[in-house]
């Protein structure tokens, strides 16, 4: 993108926006402030190893429709894979980070939320778990890491959590499908989160970048624009 290097810049980000804003319908961009403001990244998933696609779709069309931005793949035994029936587009609004290249991709996803400020939880049966209604939010920024279908999540996970969380079960079966785990825990977090004081929303950095993101998706030819764009303010 030619305005990659600029945007940046205040000067730029308003003007593009402003400039990209006139292609589409206004009911769009009235559409795209009320989505925004209803985003957070104070809540994050982690997916580790999921090799079920449709599994890892509907996390993802969860995760979109409960307004959690920030999704991080790590790939470490199982590719991460899309299935579109059930994903239904979604990806497309979200913002996806993986973990695919080090010798320890789960031990990178870890580092690197941690070093952003987020508490590593676990959603996992274990000796020290705390059941869902009792993970406090207030505590700090969340990430949440579901683990394969089978095995669970691995112990370079279990190993660096900082809590672990369990949705209270009334019947025979341990658990949950990880994608119906998911949608309750996230349902339920998300609408906590949305009744309390904390500062959960994007700062408006943060919302211009992603508006101007799904600009860029939703206009034909957006390249050629964006370079007419570019270059008659520079030329100024």
């Not at 959590?161 to 079960?169: G, H, Q």
């Not at 929303?201 to 957006?222: A, F, Y």
């Not at 050629?224 to 008659?232: A, N, T």
Request: aromatic share 8%; net charge negative.
């Amino acid at each position: 993108m030619y305005l990659q290097g600029v945007l940046a810049l205040p000067f730029f980000m308003k003007n593009i926006l402003d400039h990209l804003s006139e292609f589409v319908l206004p009911r769009r961009l009235q559409l795209f402030d009320q989505v925004l403001d209803q985003r957070t990244r104070y809540i994050t998933v982690a997916l580790e190893d999921i090799y079920q696609s449709q599994n890892a779709s509907a996390v993802l069309r969860t995760c979109e429709c409960l307004g959690i931005q920030d999704i991080h793949i790590i790939e470490d035994r199982n590719k991460y894979k899309l299935n579109p029936d059930v994903v239904m587009g979604s990806t497309k609004w979200l913002s996806l980070h993986r973990y695919n290249k080090s010798s320890s991709p789960s031990l990178e996803a870890i580092q690197q939320l941690k070093a952003k400020g987020y508490r590593i939880v676990a959603t996992t049966l274990h000796d020290n778990d705390i059941e869902l209604p009792d993970l406090k939010l207030p505590s700090g920024r969340i990430a949440l890491f579901f683990g394969t279908e089978l095995t669970g999540l691995s112990q370079t996970v279990l190993d660096n959590a900082d809590e672990y969380v369990k949705i209270p079960m009334h019947g025979f079966t341990e658990s949950f499908n990880i994608s119906v785990s998911a949608a309750i825990i996230l349902h339920h977090l998300s609408s906590e989160l949305r009744q309390s004081d904390l500062k959960w929303q994007l700062t408006p950095q943060e919302k211009n970048e992603l508006k101007l993101s799904w600009l860029r998706q939703s206009i034909k030819k957006v390249d050629l624009i964006e370079e007419e764009f570019f270059s008659k303010n520079m030329e100024k």
